[in-house]
């Protein structure tokens, strides 16, 4: 069995507030190893305002963010998947999330494939992601010490067809680092994540951000990790903190074996890549 963590926070405009609030929940993490910790989407900077993010953006592979990350997860032991950052796209940037192993290698990227561009009766109103950032446009699972990991992000989570791709190729666990506003996540937030668990019989490794920041955007919080029955079997309501649960592969696969839904599936996902 293996230990996951998901970590709440409450990030800022600034790398040097936001490294050190990272630090801290990193100094509380479980023991137990080997272990997955997942950091939230937009945990080196949020609330900057989306025209100004492309300016800590990094390429792929440098910058004091992937240098820090990759030393850190070293440093602790531990698989670290780095929630969101910006990774530089041409003119624009990429909403990357990216896993780095317990030797501090970074062996995989999924760029977010859906951007958050709606209406929300919240002090922002108008999310336009899609004016600054680069879509992805490819599935990512890949093979770890914890089970085959697909890799979605936030808004993902409102297209069960990615899902259902992820869980068709090979995933046993799914993260979901979510900047889930505050008007959203409370009517969603629980009922998205457990749905999407439930249906592809995976664990939802789900970690948010929290309160208010630096633009006035307010967020949901109560990260959490729900296992392949839909059961929340950790959570972090409120405040930044941490929230773990043990990985149980057995019961995974018990679930499956007696509710075979992707072999009796009778429809095909195609996914389009641009």
Known sequence: MATVSVLQMNSGATWAENKAKVE??????????????????????????????????EPLGQGPVQEYLSALAKQH????????????????????SLLFNAQGAQCARYDKLHLFDA???????????SRYTQPGSQVRVV?????????????DVRFPELFRQLRTE???????????????????????IRARAIENQ???????????????????????IVDPWGVVVAQQSSGEG??????????????????PVLAHNRFEVRFIHE
Request: charged letters at 15%.
């Open 24 to 57: 801290a929940l990193f100094a509380q993490l479980p023991a137990a190893r080997p272990q997955l910790v997942l950091l939230p989407e937009a945990f080196s900077c949020f609330g900057a305002g989306e025209a100004n993010i492309r300016q800590h953006a």
């Open 77 to 96: 032991n531990v698989w670290v998947l780095a929630g969101t950052l910006p990774i530089l796209s041409g003119t624009r940037y990429a909403a990357a």
């Open 143 to 155: 093979d770890t010490p914890f089970g085959r990991l697909g890799m979605a992000i936030c808004y």
């Open 202 to 224: 995976v664990y939802m490794l789900a970690p948010n951000q929290w309160g208010e920041h630096a633009d006035g955007r307010e967020t949901w919080g109560h990260s959490m």
């Open 242 to 259: 941490i929230a773990s649960a043990t990985l149980d592969m057995k019961a995974l696969e018990a679930v499956r074996a007696n509710m």
């Open 170 to 192: 090979g995933a046993e666990l799914i993260s979901l680092p979510s900047a889930f506003t505050k008007v959203t996540g409370k009517a969603h937030w629980d009922i998205l």
């Open 119 to 129: 209406a929300v009766a919240d002090n922002t109103k108008q999310y336009r992601e």
